[in-house]
């Protein structure tokens, strides 16, 4: 009996972490595609964490983000700009590449729900991986700094990138 239920689970388990093995190559692809600003680059980070946490779950999102965050940490050029190793969650965009996880948990919540729910769980998703991205960074530059450069600059493609998860959740919701 043990082995009959065995099977089933373990099929789903490995489904499970390879759909989060997706989701972090995902992720790591969506890095590479960067505006090099400064302290912060612009990726597309945000929103694929949006897409994980929406299109997957709240657990598989943030099992493809801890996975990613792992990859990234053993020394994988995943992050922006191909970079890699410890000195990157150590260093000023640490916070938001943590910040992460609670995103996707939030934008988990969004695959329930009215448009109206959606979208605010959307938002306020995005909006949370912005606290710790910036308190981190304020370690660096000084608070001031972190709010300008490392929030108030991503503001509007934050909207479009929000925009643009709510308009695929939708879609995929059809």
């Known amino acids: 009996m043990n082995q009959v239920l065995a ?7 490995l489904r ?15 890095a590479q ?12 980070q ?20 801890a996975l990613y965050l792992a990859e990234g940490a053993m020394g ?33 919540q969004a695959a329930r729900g009215g448009p109206w729910r959606q979208a605010a769980l959307l938002l306020a998703a995005h909006l949370a991986l912005f606290v710790p991205g910036v308190l981190w960074l304020a370690g660096f530059v000084g608070l001031e700094r972190a709010w300008m ?12 990138k929000t925009a643009l998860a709510f308009a695929v959740l939708r879609a995929a919701r059809r």
């Open 149 to 160: 450069a490392g929030f108030v600059v991503f503001l509007p493609g934050t909207a479009v």
């Open 76 to 108: 994988l050029p995943v992050f922006a700009g191909g970079a890699g190793g410890p000195a990157v969650l150590a260093g000023p965009t640490a916070g938001y590449l943590l910040g992460f996880l609670p995103a996707a948990w939030i934008a988990g």
């Open 7 to 13: 099977a089933p689970r373990a099929r789903a388990a």
């Open 33 to 44: 595609v960067s505006l090099p600003l400064w302290p912060v680059p612009a990726t597309l």
């Open 16 to 30: 499970f972490w390879g759909l989060a093995l997706l989701g972090s190559a995902l992720l790591a692809a969506s």
């Open 46 to 65: 945000s929103l694929a964490v949006l897409l994980l946490g929406a299109l997957g779950g709240a657990r598989l999102g943030v099992a493809a983000v």
